[in-house]
């Protein structure tokens, strides 16, 4: 860490090499060359010799060197203690992505061109979704545009391991391979984290039961 900073700070890294050189090597060499002086008036004569100003000097780059260090040893500390609240983040993060409810879309059964759609949303993993709803469900064309949309909030209590809820629309015929369903499903686990999904339900060569991909944000 600290090499990397002198690498990107290479200029204020020299200017601080000569600064402390000024002051271990510079300074005393000053102090007992005034002390050679002789005083043009009484006013500047000190009853200090140089070896009393070189130890109050030594005493003052001590006193400067504990606080330096003591400083450099809070921020280490501080730059620790926030890479480990980022890793213990990061493994939280995982492990409530591991442990999340894990579901799927899919189409079932639909009448001609994909009307009427019957759609299953299923739970894939050991874990109980609960609180799962669907605020409503869109048909879109090429343009984004809303040829239709059921507005209802579709609700379950939860959904446990391997468990199909079932939801039948009464969507119109689709009269493009272009056209997509869309929707949002919203629902929480048992550790009341909560989790919003986007379902894209698209159509391949020709308008028969669209494929939906499920995208948790």
């Not at 995982?94 to 299953?120: F, Q, Y």
């Not at 050991?126 to 579709?154: M, S």
């Amino acid at each position: 860490m600290f090499i990397r900073f002198i690498k990107d700070h290479k200029i204020a890294a020299i200017l601080l090499v000569l600064l402390v050189l000024f002051m271990v090597v510079g300074v005393p060499l000053i102090i007992n060359w005034m002390a050679r002086i002789p005083a043009v008036t009484s006013f500047f004569v000190t009853s200090w010799s140089a070896n009393d100003a070189l130890s109050y000097y030594g005493s003052v780059l001590g006193f400067l060197s504990t606080v330096t260090l003591s400083g450099l040893a809070l921020w280490q500390n501080h730059v620790i203690q926030e890479a480990n609240d980022k890793h213990t983040e990061l493994l939280e993060k995982m492990e409530r992505i591991k442990n999340a409810p894990h579901l799927t879309v899919k189409s079932v059964v639909a009448h001609g061109a994909a009307s009427d759609l019957e759609i299953k949303v299923q739970n894939i993993s050991d874990n109980i979704a609960e609180n799962v709803t669907i605020p409503g469900i869109r048909l879109l064309d090429e343009n984004g545009k809303v040829v239709w949309e059921n507005e209802e909030n579709i609700t379950v209590d939860y959904l446990i391991e391997g468990r199909e809820w079932r939801i039948k629309l009464e969507n119109p015929v689709v009269s493009s391979t272009l056209h997509r369903f869309m929707f949002e499903i919203k629902y929480t686990d048992k550790f009341g984290s909560h989790y919003v999904g986007k379902a894209i339900g698209s159509f391949g060569e020709k308008v028969g039961l669209p494929t939906f991909k499920l995208t948790i944000e």
